[in-house]
T-cell receptor, first 114, second 106 residues
Framework: GAGVSQSPSNKVTEKGKDVELRCDPI?????LYWYRQSLGQGLEFLIY????????KSGLPSDRFSAERTGGSVSTLTIQRTQQEDSAVYLC????????????FGPGTRLTVL | GIQVEQSPPDLILQEGANSTLRCNFS?????LQWFHQNPWGQLINLFY???GTKQNGRLSATTVATERYSLLYISSSQTTDSGVYFC????????FGTGTRLQVFP
């Protein structure tokens, strides 16, 4: 079946602009995660949605970052007033309920802030 | 928070060689996974191995939870094994290790 998809695959923006990154999880997966991969910081957890529970936002680096998950499916990560240090690959992952043995990752969105 | 370190950071092999990648973690964990990130950036789970040993073809992994380390063995390496190998701990908020970049040449 279809895997996790993310769009756009690449995004170039100017410093100070807002960006939205989209994630479509695998159908039926109840948990959805956002991670960031950058040269300086490696792979870092950002935010986690599980069903109808309040999201775990403990990894968001600043209040410029926010995320929503609509209807328990698609998620959007929004970065306001982008800074050059936001340049990274943003990865989305999902998993089905009751499974702790893996997360299924999307191909990522490469964000470049000029 | 928990620290996850991997070694070596870089590894260059000729096709057919064997290798061992190591993952050390600073505190006890209930979950540990190994991932492969291919040269195009796709992360694929290889093993879920909180303890014990598992094998899948040319790959095997061992976790000694009491001593806070895990090993990933790659035997008879192939060029398609190239990429970055990460270990990660945690059940939801994965904490990734620093990674081992593997290059396999024909």
């Amino acid at each position: 079946g279809a895997g996790v998809s993310q769009s756009p695959s690449n995004k170039v923006t100017e410093k100070g602009k807002d960006v939205e990154l989209r994630c479509d999880p695998i159908s039926g997966h109840t948990a959805l995660y956002w991670y960031r991969q950058s040269l300086g910081q490696g792979l870092e957890f950002l935010i986690y949605f599980q069903g109808n529970s309040a999201p775990d936002k403990s990894g968001l680096p600043s209040d410029r970052f926010s995320a929503e998950r609509t209807g328990g499916s698609v998620s959007t990560l929004t970065i306001q007033r982008t800074q050059q240090e936001d340049s990274a690959v943003y990865l989305c992952a999902s998993r089905p309920a009751g499974r702790v043995d893996t997360q299924y990752f999307g191909p990522g969105t490469r964000l470049t802030v000029l | 928070g928990i620290q996850v370190e991997q070694s070596p950071p870089d590894l260059i092999l000729q096709e057919g060689a064997n290798s061992t990648l190591r993952c050390n973690f600073s505190d006890s964990v209930n979950n540990l996974q190994w991932f492969h990130q291919n040269p195009w950036g796709q992360l694929i789970n290889l093993f879920y191995i909180p303890s014990g040993t598992k094998q899948n073809g040319r790959l095997s992994a061992t976790t000694v939870a009491t001593e806070r380390y895990s090993l990933l063995y790659i035997s008879s390496s192939q060029t398609t094994d190239s990429g970055v190998y990460f270990c990660a701990v945690g059940s939801d908020k994965l904490i990734f290790g620093t990674g081992t970049r593997l290059q396999v040449f024909p």
